[in-house]
């Protein structure tokens, strides 16, 4: 089932499996377990990325949600009580001087953005959002610290478990694969200007693919029996570059 402009409040509240959740059960099933009742704080550069993607994928609607004040100083107490008073309607208060830097990032995604997919996969209730869809090809708005080094990133955050899943959720819905995956990737520091589209190949794709998969079916047995083991012991061995 296709949910358009779907409240993002509302899709958490959403009870179904998403790549989220199978990155963390994937990181160790412990972790998933313990995300269970303890959601992840968001940290600044969290909150950060939060801003950025609704400035690229929901600019008309930026007002709602974030509201501008010339006061640059955070420390100062005027900044703060301002800041709890808009705290207390939902709206983040940034300053001039972060907003100025925000509009340089010169640029908007203007597909089917924010669309949520709920669908019934492996015997199990899933859901996705993608931050757009263009031409049948998912896109996924990301910052990191180092653009460069993003294909690492790739890796570290297991965001190729997350291409594979989006994957499946487009092939459930519309009963074909999707076109592609392509990250559009903002640095957290200026400037930001200088983002970079990434597209993951098709061999990446379905090697995402194969892991969910794989992870599904352990997934469910942990469900099944309500059992989340730790992580396994392992062996350090002494790496080549050290002779």
């Known amino acids: 089932m296709i949910y358009h402009n779907l409240d993002f409040e509302a899709y958490k509240k959403m009870q179904a499996l998403n790549a989220s959740k199978l990155k963390d059960f994937a990181s160790s099933p412990k972790i998933y377990e313990y995300r269970i009742s303890n959601p992840i704080v968001p940290s600044a550069s969290m909150e950060f990325g939060t801003m950025v993607h609704k400035w690229i994928l929901e600019r008309d609607t ?22 709890d008073l808009w705290k207390q309607k939902n709206i983040t208060l940034i300053t001039e001087e972060e907003f100025g830097k925000l509009k340089t990032i ?24 993608f931050d757009s869809l263009i031409d049948d090809c998912i896109w996924d708005v990301k910052t990191c610290s180092d653009v460069s080094k993003f294909e690492r990133d790739i890796v570290t955050f297991k965001y190729y478990l ?20 392509k990250f559009f990737v903002v640095p957290n520091k200026m400037p930001y200007n200088d983002y970079q589209i990434i597209e993951m190949d098709q061999d990446y794709i379905d090697y995402g693919r194969q892991e969910v998969e794989s992870l599904i079916e352990v997934y469910k047995k942990s469900k099944e029996s309500q059992k989340y083991p730790r992580r396994p012991d392992v062996i350090a061995y002494r790496p080549s570059f050290l002779i």
């Open 62 to 83: 930026f007002g709602e949600e974030y509201a501008v004040t010339p006061q640059n100083n955070k420390r100062l107490k005027a900044f703060k009580e301002e800041y």
């Open 106 to 129: 010169d640029v908007e995604i203007q597909g089917e953005n924010e669309l949520t997919i709920k669908f019934e996969r492996w015997g199990l209730t899933c859901k996705s959002r």
């Open 162 to 181: 997350q291409a594979g899943f989006y994957s499946y959720a487009f092939e459930t819905e519309f009963g074909r694969k999707p076109s592609g995956f």
